[in-house]
């Protein structure tokens, strides 16, 4: 069946919400969308288009993919290329578009972690994959304790100023190599754009580590990931686990981890979350976005509804005390 042309809404920024990444010239939108699952070969393609076509249409500017995301690693590199070259061109410069390199990626040595030589050469390979000249902020996807960080950093610096991405960012690096970095690249004239790490209610450690506290100080944007615990933080597992989600099909959530006590949790928060007017997902979002100095929450969608679902968060991101002693508690 043939396709009809995508035509962008025109009123994609009429309630769309922005906000400034750190001390730079960039609005992201407060929610991203995240390429790590639905975007592989695996996934149907008209469902990824049908998603990034929500993203977009719903004033989500930002989105986040990496080189290893699929699967197979590459694959939601290539349907975003795809999608792109059908659907997105005339749209390149309203779009935000990040990749990443720091895990395995191909065999032998230069396959991964954070040298010069692999960080280059996967960019070349993601920027081909994609389609494009150049990404907007290219990460180093984490911390590589062997490799000396100069070499890691100056690699970054370097891509900035050949053009092949506009930014540099940062991911899951511990607290002191995080500062380490912000000055680094503060130093040779590539402030750090983005420092992308894990927080929703259930793992906190970004904030309890001073992580999210030092990219504030440095005028560096935080963008969450995994807001939704992968989705465990919806109302995805109240009534047992449904064939089609990710506990079922990938090996990054086990079922094992979804145990009634859990369950009683989540029953809880949902509880809560409808008190407030809003769906769980929403909620989870919601108070990942209410603290100061988050910039954008990137999640991840297996069709359109949820992504209909969960961009409405940003409309909602005050709490009062109370709730945020029941979510404590809980
Ligand atoms: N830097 C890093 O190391 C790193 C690590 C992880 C992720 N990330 C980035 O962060 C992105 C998001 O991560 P994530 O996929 O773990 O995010 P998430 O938003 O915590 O979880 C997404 C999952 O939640 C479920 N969901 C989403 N909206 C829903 C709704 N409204 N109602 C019910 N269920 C809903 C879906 O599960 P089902 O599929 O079961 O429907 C979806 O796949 C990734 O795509 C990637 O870009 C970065």
Redesign the pocket.
Known sequence: MIEPPYSASPTRYDSAQMERCGRSGILLSKISL?????FGATSPIYKSRAIMHTAFDNGITSF?LANNYGPPYGSAEETFGKIFKSDFKPYRDEMFIST?AGYDMWPGPYGNWGSRKYLMASLDQSLKRMGLDYVDVFYS?RFDPETPMDETLTALVDIVRQGKALYAGI??WPRQAEEYAYAFLENHGCHCLLF?DRL?IFDRESVSSGKLQASIDAGVGFIA???????LL???YLNGIPQD??ATNSKFLNTDQITPELIARIQKLSELACKRGQ?L?QMAVSWVLAHQGVTSA?????SPE?LL??VKSAENISFTQEELDIIDQI
Do not use: E, Y
């Open positions: 995240g390429f790590w699952h639905n986040d990443k996807h991911s899951r992308q929703n990931f995994s807001p939704l615990a992968q989705g919806t109302n995805r989600s990710r769906t997902a990137i999640v991840g969608s297996s949820q679902d969960t």
